[in-house]
């Protein structure tokens, strides 16, 4: 079994079917070790902490409180949905 096997094998992630830009991860998924996690393009949260952003569906030009809890992860999801182009927005 060569690396590279290995390595696919720990990829086991899909686009979620409700959520956009949401992947559903293997709980045997080893999530820290893959490069999108390392290089910082994936934030780890649960999905039940996505869905404020999702069902809110912020505009860019939207001026938004969140009074939730740290670290801030439902900030960040808030921030990347509200940073996409009009053109997007208007395709959700």
């Known amino acids: 079994q060569t690396h590279e096997n290995e390595d696919n094998r ?6 979620d079917e409700h ?9 045997d998924c080893k999530i820290a070790k893959l ?3 390392i290089d910082g393009y994936l ?7 996505c869905m404020p952003a999702f069902v809110m569906q912020p505009r860019s030009d ?11 992860n439902k900030t960040s999801h808030l ?14």
């Open 10 to 15: 720990h990829q086991c992630f899909w686009p």
């Open 19 to 27: 959520i956009e830009n949401l992947l559903v991860f293997t709980a």
């Open 35 to 37: 490069s999108l996690c």
């Open 43 to 49: 934030i780890i949260q649960n999905k039940s902490s």
């Open 62 to 72: 939207w001026m938004v409180l969140d009074a939730c809890a740290s670290p801030g």
């Open 79 to 92: 921030l990347c949905l509200m940073m996409q182009s009009p053109q997007q927005q208007q395709q959700q």
